[in-house]
């Protein structure tokens, strides 16, 4: 079933349909892009703050190993040396964490190291971190505020229902839900402690959730302009087709000469229409060919008819003797084998057109054939007093088609002694070159101006029409039949000649046909 829309149509619907494929796939990817690139932010912002805070434990311990001055608020808790005091105050006594200081503070005070320690790798907003510190024995010494009475697993056995991704025996990352919280959880073991630390998923969420809006309204804005610069696009770029078929179907039989405006560019409208316009220009040149021919033929036809139509009228017209008789059939005869002739000659140049008329070739000795057709025009010129002389090289071997190419050198050699006068002369030769052979047929007689050269090989074209009608007889196919052989063995034939001196044909023929 025929498609019902128009190439137009189809042209915007498959870009549009491109267009659309490689934005959904696009959006996939931006949103994926994005969503991995934030939480591999997020965890890796969560793993640096845990790194840096179990340094400052790992420090705190080296230095209270090492007989440094303690510090007077290890001993509200503990009574002595602890390696947590730097993360603990004296009006803190529930594990309450610190408020966010400011920026000033957090480079003054030391005792603000937990925070410091989120500035120094802030890829978040910090007033979202969670964070849980605590002892090896899993008792927690520390938390921010922002977790209230709620705790962070520090069990590393811990394992959550949506399969908990381990990197390390040391740590692993989890996302677990804290009140109405959900976060994204990373717990971190040192020989001193065990860090908890969590940040909301929810900035990463809202960011997700804008960038999907964003590409839900994007998408169908970006298709829509799409499918009206497609319409746009296909229609600008389908214009001068529309005025191609337009023209075209202007052309017909009697305005032939009419053509196709051709682009000042050269692209593939522009080869269309110049492709266009050698089709029609070949087409108003066989048209021109078969009026002619047909003009032509008719002409041919209607002078023999008409000459035998009269005689056998006359013969009609009274009663006659037997000699009287004899001569109007004798007459009548000629007439009907020149129609012959000329039907036989139609037919064959009409099977050459079409494609259907075959050569048969075959490896022979081209020698043997121009010699017997030499002695065949021999006796012919002897009623005209004419001398035909040879040169014709021995052992010419070629590939050819033996009937055609008897046909070809016999009408050239008629020709010839046609319009040779008495006592002239036409001589014959053949050549054996390289990779061809040379048959040329030279006479002395009446000779041809370059304007009649220009014609001799169209059909029923005959030299000085006005002398020939009456004293030579002929259809003027010979030479159009002539000629299509040739060109069927793939040769080549030349005519040189002047006006009372003579002409020379020359035919030159391959030795192989490509067959």
Known sequence: MKPKLSLRWRLTIWYSTIVLISLIAFAFFAYY???????????????????TLGNIIEEEEENTDSGAEKNNLSFVFSGGTDKFTIFKKEVQSRFI???????KEIVNQKSDVVWSAIFTHL????????????????????????????????????QSAKKTKIYTKYSFYDNVMIGQEQLRLFVNRNDYSIITIAYTVRDVQDTLRDLFSAILLAVPVILFVSITGGVALAKMSLKPVDKMTKTANDITARNLSLRIEEPDTDDEIARLARTLNDMILRLQQSFIRIQQFTSDASHELRTPLTILRGEIEIALSKERSEDDYIEVLGSALDEVLRLSNVVESLLQLSRADSGHSKLSFARGNLSVLIESITEDITIIAETKNIEISSD???????QFDDG????????????????????????????????YVEIKVSDNGLGMTQEELGHIFDRFYRVDKARSSENIKGSGLGLSIVKWIVESHNGKIFVESQPKKGTNFIMMLPKNQNI
Not at 97 to 103: Q, Y
Request: proline share 5%; net charge neutral; aromatic share 10%.
């Open 33 to 51: 892009w994005v969503f991995y690139e934030l939480y591999s932010n997020l965890d890796e912002s969560l793993k640096k703050i845990s790194y």
């Open 97 to 103: 964490g610190p408020v966010r200081p400011s920026n």
């Open 123 to 158: 890829l978040l907003n910090p007033d979202n971190y969670y964070i849980q510190i605590a002892d090896t024995n899993q008792q927690i010494v520390w938390k921010s505020r922002n977790l209230e009475a709620y705790e962070m697993p520090v069990d590393m056995t811990y």
């Open 392 to 398: 014709i090289q021995k052992g010419v071997i070629a």
């Open 404 to 435: 055609k190419i008897h046909q070809a050198v016999l009408n050239i050699l008629d020709n010839a002694v046609k319009y040779t006068p008495e006592k002239g002369g036409v001589r014959i030769s053949l050549k054996d070159r390289e990779h």
